[in-house]
Every structure is written in structure tokens, then in C-alpha cells.
């Protein structure tokens, strides 16, 4: 292929447009379609080194109590028949395990009370104001890493859930280190963005009624369904769903966002009259096409009279739809457990080391 030849599927994306889509960038355009939000910028660089230290570790805060801080008390859930047995074992486990320790200790941890105690105190304050919100940096929210909360979602209700879910995401590192890869004047990627966290109010959404509409030079290309799963009541839906998702496009956003290309997450809830904005999405190969593909996004030919497709998971399609989403980025129900409490941890080493000692077992005897 020569210089001339862009490969088929090419979707060229500049840091600007990225930056377009930052959520302090457009939020206060959209404000009144967009659910209630506070925007935290610039957040203190001790909280990005937080979030990029390796393990997590909780402020150290007195006087307040929090699931997660308090000491584990036995109860019908975490106490085991063999308790004491296992008691003689955790101590000659602590002896072998000293080393660990003192190399940890040689790296103190980031702790929020004492390293960016401002900020710490302004998380308080909006989960006071809102109740309980969902966390995202300029682009990109946890949603790799609900398996950290007992709720198995995004919702926080108490500071440690923010630091927690945050902390466990690798989408949240994606913002903070590879937010300008694929640029095409990615000469000077180095140069961080301002980062940013949104506090969103949480409210109760209907995943079904999920869209995302992809708006290509001024011109809606195609909608996808964003949950991908089959809801029955979609389909008779289809033309008051383009109905509103035109007059939106055409009157609320082209006239201000600075961008023509860019995709749009919204949400449109009973009674289908008003149209929520999520997020803006760069027009990129980074973000999902969900039930089209680049190529075809970017093939659509520019034609006044064609109409776009809205296009729904259907009874007989499901199939390449079947996981659950962000399913890869996330990891089984033990470790979760074993990650809220220290004893779970014990018996699921001790489980694996079974399993390694059996499969070691039928190696050998093979
Ligand atoms: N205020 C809110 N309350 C409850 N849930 C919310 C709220 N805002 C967003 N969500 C849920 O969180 C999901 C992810 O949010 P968002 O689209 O901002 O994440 P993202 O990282 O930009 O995702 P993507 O990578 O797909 O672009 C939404 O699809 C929605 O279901
Ligand atoms: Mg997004």
C-alpha cells in the first residue's frame, strides 16, 4: 500500500477533538439535559499519584465510621469451622512473609486525610449534597471495576467507595496515561491533559433505554442500542426514538459543540418526551462502535435523502451479545471477597495452593 491509500477503516482523531470531549468542556453547554454534576478541576497531582500507586489503601480518618474501615468482627458469614487451626498458620505465614513487609513499609503509602485533605473533605461534602453519586475522570468512568463494591455498580454513597472503585479501574488509568494515543498529531501526547473528576448525581437508569448516536460531518450516521441485550419493547419505539434524537442532534448540540463529528451517549425515559444527554464521545476508534463497525461508520455516504438505521438487538441476534459487558475487565466474586476481608484472603490462597498441589499431583503422575 503507498503513502496516497489511507487503510480502509481509517478513523483519524486530533487531540483537540479528544479534548472536546473532556466533560468540563461541553457539560456547561448542555447543562440543562445533562443530570446534575459537580466538576473537580484541576484535581491535586497527590490524588493522580494515589490512583497510580499500586494496591489501595484507605485514609486513615478518626472519628468516622465506614464498612470498609471498621475492624472485622466474626460473623455467621466470615467465621469458619476450622478457625482456631487455621490461627497457628497465619502466624507462621507472617513470619515468612516479613520481607514483603519491609519493603512495602519502605514506600509509605498516599493517605487522602493527610496528602490532599482539601479535596478529601470536597468528595464529603458532594456525596452530602447528592446522596450518592457516580465517579468519572475527563472521559472515562469505572465501569471495569463496579466488582469492587458490594453493590456491584457504580454507586458510591461513602468516600472509601469513590477511592476504591476509582482505584480498581483501568479505565480511569487509560485517562490518566494514554488519553492522546491514536492522535494523529500525537508528536506531543507527552503533554498531560488537566484532569479532572465529575461527582454525577446518581439516579436510577434504565440501561435499555440507552443510545448511542454516532454524527458524522453534522449528519447522525447511525444509533445503536447501548445495553446490548434483547428488550421486547424497543422496536415499536423506533420512530419516536428518531424523532427525538433528530430535533436534539439538529437543535441542541450541532449548534454548539465545536466538533462535527463526535458520538453521543443519551438516555430517553418514559415518558419519551426529553432527551438526557450522558456523555460526548470522540468520533475514534476508541470508542465502541457497539452493533456497527468502524468501516461502516465511516463508509456511510453523505446523501440528504438516506435515512440512518437505529439499529436494536433482536430476538434472533442476541448471540454475539450473550456476556456481559466489561466482563473482561473484571475478575471473580472470591477475589472481591477476599479484597474486603483479610481472612477471605487466607482461605483463598489456601484454596490455590490445593489446586496447584492436585494439578502438580496429575502432572506427575501422567
Ligand atoms: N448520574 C448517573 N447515575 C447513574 N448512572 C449513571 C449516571 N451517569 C451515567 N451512568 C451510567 O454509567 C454508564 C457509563 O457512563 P459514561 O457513559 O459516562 O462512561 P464512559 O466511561 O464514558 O463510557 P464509554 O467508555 O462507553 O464511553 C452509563 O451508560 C450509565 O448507565
Ligand atoms: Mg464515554
Redesign the pocket.
Known amino acids: 500500500m503507498t503513502e496516497n491509500f489511507k487503510s480502509f477503516s481509517d478513523v483519524p482523531v486530533t487531540r483537540r477533538q479528544i479534548e472536546n470531549c473532556s ?1 468540563s468542556n461541553w457539560y456547561p453547554f448542555f447543562k440543562d439535559y445533562t ?3 459537580e466538576i473537580i478541576k484541576p484535581i491535586p497531582e497527590k490524588f493522580v499519584q494515589y490512583l497510580e500507586q499500586d494496591g489501595i489503601s484507605l485514609p486513615t480518618e478518626q472519628h468516622t465510621s465506614s464498612f470498609y474501615t471498621g475492624p472485622i468482627e466474626k460473623n455467621e458469614e466470615n467465621e469458619y469451622s476450622d478457625w482456631e487451626e487455621d490461627e497457628e498458620d497465619l502466624n507462621v505465614q507472617d513470619e515468612d512473609s516479613s520481607d514483603e513487609e519491609d519493603k512495602e513499609s519502605q514506600t509509605p503509602k498516599l493517605d487522602p486525610v493527610i496528602d490532599f485533605p482539601e479535596f478529601h473533605n470536597r468528595l464529603k461534602s458532594v456525596l452530602e449534597k447528592f446522596g ?3 465517579p ?1 475522570l475527563n ?5 471495569d471495576a463496579t466488582w469492587i463494591l458490594p453493590n456491584n ?3 458510591c454513597t461513602e468516600v472509601n467507595e469513590l477511592y476504591l472503585i476509582l482505584n480498581a479501574s483501568n ?1 480511569i488509568m487509560h485517562d490518566l496515561q494514554y488519553a492522546f494515543d491514536d492522535c494523529s498529531d500525537s508528536n506531543d501526547t507527552k503533554e498531560k491533559p488537566t484532569y479532572e473528576l ?1 461527582l ?6 434504565n ?1 435499555a433505554l ?1 443510545f ?1 448516536v454516532f454524527v458524522k460531518e453534522n449528519q447522525v450516521v447511525g444509533v445503536s442500542q ?2 446490548l441485550n434483547y428488550y421486547d419493547y424497543l422496536k415499536p419505539l423506533g420512530d419516536t426514538f428518531k424523532d427525538l434524537i433528530d430535533e436534539f442532534v439538529e437543535d441542541t448540540v450541532i449548534p454548539k459543540f465545536p466538533d462535527d463529528s463526535f ?1 453521543l ?1 443519551i ?1 430517553i425515559p418514559r415518558p419519551f418526551d426529553k432527551i438526557f444527554l ?2 460526548i ?1 470522540p468520533f475514534a476508534k ?3 462502535p457497539l452493533m456497527f463497525s468502524w468501516n461502516e461508520l465511516m463508509t456511510k455516504e453523505k446523501n440528504e435523502e438516506d435515512d440512518y438505521e437505529l439499529r436494536l438487538v433482536l430476538k434472533n441476534n442476541t448471540g454475539r451479545f450473550a456476556c456481559k459487558e466489561h466482563s473482561e475487565n473484571q475478575v471473580p466474586d472470591d477475589v472481591v471477597q477476599a479484597s474486603l476481608d483479610p481472612n477471605s484472603i487466607r482461605e483463598l490462597a489456601e484454596k490455590w495452593k490445593e489446586l496447584l498441589a492436585m494439578q502438580d499431583k496429575e502432572e506427575t503422575s501422567h
Open positions: 466533560f443530570p446534575k454534576a450518592a453519586v457516580t468519572k472521559w472515562s468512568a469505572p465501569q455498580s457504580m454507586k479505565y465529575i454525577r448525581k446518581w439516579f436510577d437508569i440501561p440507552e448511542r447501548r445495553d458520538v451517549d438516555y450522558i456523555d464521545n476508541k470508542t465502541d
